[in-house]
T-cell receptor, first 113, second 109 residues
Framework: DTAVSQTPKYLVTQMGNDKSIKCEQN?????MYWYKQDSKKFLKIMFS???????INETVPNRFSPKSPDKAHLNLHINSLELGDSAVYFC????????????FGPGTRLTVL | KNEVEQSPQNLTAQEGEFITINCSYS?????LHWLQQHPGGGIVSLFM???GKKKHGRLIATINIQEKHSSLHITASHPRDSAVYIC???????????FGKGTHLIIQP
């Protein structure tokens, strides 16, 4: 059974479109995260939710909006996609906040043309 | 904002060698994560530590809070250890997590 799953695995889209990436964890964890890994492989935290509440919101454009319908899901919606949004997006979860081991999803490679 | 530096950026070694990867940070932290990113892109958490030393198999992680420094050691390295190793410093609360740029390790047979 996959612990943290993301869909889709690959996403190719045109500039200006709106797209969503879904994340689900079946570990019973309270905290979920979104990370962005750029073309230089540098990871950066974007958002963190604990029990459906936003606890970390790094400096990301307003075009990125996380949505957590329940504590097992944290989806990422991106409006008006730009070329610079091309990256690999990783979802992760942990039992509590950042002081616990994190479990990562397989990543979603987003390519904006 | 915390500055997290890793060294070396790239490391190529022969199978069996003892490997050390270093991570230093500029601001006091709550904890530090070591992650492994496989060539296929998947990320696995290796350790989360806030003091002392942890060991798992051939991997050992240490942290010195006063010196703001952590090391990841691999004993009896093997080609399957080839990956990118990333440290990430936890500031706690809304300050989040700051990643190092990673160390690309290649173990040659």
């Amino acid at each position: 059974d996959t612990a943290v799953s993301q869909t889709p695995k690959y996403l190719v889209t045109q500039m200006g479109n709106d797209k969503s990436i879904k994340c689900e964890q079946n570990l019973g964890h309270d905290t979920m995260y979104w990370y962005k890994q750029d073309s230089k492989k540098f990871l950066k935290i974007m958002f963190s939710y604990n029990n459906k509440e936003l606890i970390i919101n790094e400096t990301v454009p307003n075009r990125f909006s996380p949505k957590s319908p329940d504590k097992a899901h944290l989806n990422l919606h991106i409006n008006s996609l730009e070329l610079g949004d091309s990256a690999v997006y990783f979802c992760a979860s942990s039992q509590d906040a950042l002081l616990n081991e994190q479990f990562f999803g397989p990543g979603t490679r987003l390519t904006v043309l | 904002k915390n500055e997290v530096e890793q060294s070396p950026q790239n490391l190529t070694a022969q199978e069996g060698e003892f490997i050390t990867i270093n991570c230093s940070y500029s601001v006091g932290i709550s904890a530090l994560h070591w992650l492994q990113q496989h060539p296929g892109g998947g990320i696995v958490s290796l350790f989360m530590l806030s003091s002392g030393k942890k060991k798992h198999g051939r991997l050992i992680a240490t942290i010195n809070i006063q010196e703001k420094h952590s090391s990841l050691h691999i004993t009896a390295s093997h080609p399957r250890d080839s990956a990118v190793y990333i440290c990430a410093a936890v500031q706690g609360g809304a300050d989040g997590l700051t990643f190092g740029k990673g160390t690309h390790l290649i173990i040659q047979p």
